[in-house]
């Protein structure tokens, strides 16, 4: 499975915006991470296939992640943004198998925040 991410840019804060990643075949799990310079990935927002979702305290009530299971494409819609909210986002799917699962990073979208 690939994944092609897209929808970064600079925004003001308080702005938003809206990052998508296509997955190019059906996937269980599909989540959002972002990564600081010089700093580990950590992870922000989750959905199953089934539309649960789960978020990193730091964006709950900001941030809102969907998926369209037809499009095998999964949405972050980042609001009310913040400076602190500047990384470079991933997003990364998981295909359960049998005995395990699979793990599948699309490549970075830079996301800039300005003051």
């Known amino acids: 499975v690939q994944l092609q991410a897209s929808g970064g840019g600079l925004a003001q804060a308080g702005g938003s915006l809206r990052l998508s990643c296509v997955a190019s075949g059906s996937v269980n799990v599909m989540a959002w991470y972002r990564q600081y310079p010089g700093e580990q990935r950590e992870w922000v927002a989750v959905?199953?296939?089934?539309?649960?979702?789960n978020y990193v305290d730091s964006v709950k009530g900001r941030f809102t992640i969907s998926r369209d299971n037809a499009k095998n494409t999964v949405y972050l819609q980042m609001n009310s943004l913040k400076p602190e909210d500047t990384a470079v986002y991933y997003c990364k799917a998981v295909r359960v198998m049998a005995r395990g699962s699979l793990h599948y990073w699309g490549q970075g979208t830079v996301v800039t925040v300005s003051s």
């Open positions: 959905i199953n296939s089934g539309g649960a979702t």
